[in-house]
């Protein structure tokens, strides 16, 4: 049985959201940190939503960034299909 692994954001209003992580993973070219996970939430078609965050661990607490480089997102979904894959 797999342990889930819940991760708790703290949004930019002080409310906190517990969250699930599927997969954490690092590009060791240029050292970018990424986090996958989802507040199972289901889209009108019965998918879950995944979000995908960028790790900035430069401060004393970790932040989750948005990933706006066309060229990162890319390399992001060709991870996540490779990952898809496997099951």
Do not use: C
């Not at 970790?62 to 990162?72: C, F, I, N, R, Y």
Request: proline letters at 1%; a negative charge; charged letters at 40%.
């Amino acid at each position: 049985m797999n342990e889930k692994k819940i991760l708790s954001i703290v949004q930019e209003d002080g409310s906190i959201d517990e969250v699930e992580v599927i997969v954490a993973f690092e590009f060791k070219d240029n050292h970018k940190e990424y986090v996958v996970y989802t507040k199972n939430e289901k889209d009108e078609n019965g998918n879950v939503t995944v979000y995908v965050s960028n790790v900035d661990r430069t401060g004393s607490e970790p932040k989750l960034l948005g990933v706006d480089d066309e060229t990162e997102w890319n390399r992001i979904k060709d991870v996540l299909r490779k990952l898809a894959k496997k099951d």
